[in-house]
């Protein structure tokens, strides 16, 4: 290098790490992190494309803008309440400070006046039976699908698991519950077609071999027509007159009915109506963290909590102490949006409109993440040129629209209302982004 080449003033990278902001970004980014971004910025630098003047500013608004970790906030404007895509469901205020609590040391297996072994998630058990009676007992696991392989495990590996045709079904993303419970070593034995299922093919297909009965909510389809199905409250007489486990899988997460979802089945009435074990997720309808909620029987839930596989599927302590929160706290989100007063939601939506000057249409919010399929929520949106729903993605904050129909539907249904401002700044960003795009105001319609 020519002692007068400008490459010699790039900055060096001791002195770079030196700088104070630099030493602070340290203790929330690691080592590499930082370094990797140094080393970057004066790459770009050795190569022109940056002044060796601009390297120490272009390093701290790198390490400015960059976070631990890369999952980006969103702002949900689908009308779809459980978004697969968007981690189901986002947890409420107070499951937010439990898991900041949670995050240190607590005493999640400790009995803090004795100083002795605690039981392990007592608080959320708690939780769960207070705000669902008919359980006598409750377990946590990691989720709803460890919960159906655990409680297949422990109650018919080996054995056979009778469970109705029409409840054979791919829950999503090729996760089919057959193949599910099969790789525990249960055996399928189906009874009954596709559309009709009777008692009397329950009651042929028992036997010695029987470890137990097994319904399972289709939760993301509907079987219309000539069908019939038989119900938990049907199928416990013949349960109990063999000794045989009943096991409700619900899916959705309700633990009580819910007035806006009646065909929505709930853990409480499933377990009044004679089943042994419930397993739904939390962090669907319940709106809480990503767990599967064990429910039923004290016999029933005590078998699988001794199971070894028990210890290979147990919820960690920040999905427990979200859950005992989302239980005990203020309202969860998801239940917040599914029960939006649409009035309200047309109203947040026309000033959305008048502000962006984009017109406000009929909306029907969704269940989504499997449940209450075919379940319309009334609603509304502001409907924009579709070629806005990229940039909106992509902006600051990001907004994921539902495009439908060659338009871009912004629904404020899962947006709480303290975001409507962001909201707003947002698609007006999109919309002047787009203006331009097409060379000038108005070019965008
Ligand atoms: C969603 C669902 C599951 C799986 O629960 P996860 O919490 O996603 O593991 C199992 N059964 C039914 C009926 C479901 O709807």
Redesign the pocket.
Known sequence: MALDDPRRLIPRTDQLLALPPVRRALERLSEDVVGALVRETQDRARRGEIAPGEVEPAVLAALGARSASSLTPVLNATGVVVHTNLG?APLSAAALDALVTAGGYVDVELDLVSGTRSRRGAAARAALLAACPPAEDALVV???????VLATTALAAGREVVISRGEL?E??AG?R?PE?IESTGARLREVGTTNRTHLRDYAEAIGPETGCLLK?????FRLEGFTSAVEVDELRPLARAHGLPLVA?????LLVPDPQLPSEPDAASVLEGGADLV??????LLGGP???LLLGGSNAVARLAAHPLARAVRADKLALAALEATLTGGPAPVTTALHADPDRLRDRAERLGAAVGAPVVAHDGRVG???APGVPLPGWAVRLPEAAAPLLRTGRPAVLPRVHDRACLVDLRCVPESEDERLRAAVQAALTALAGADGGPGGAR
């Open positions: 189901r990691n989720n709803g699908a460890a919960a159906l079904v829950i999503g996760f519950l599910l399972v909510h289709p939760s993301n899988d619900l899916g959705s997460g397993i739904a997720s939390g962090d669907k990503q767990a599967g993440g499997g449940g």
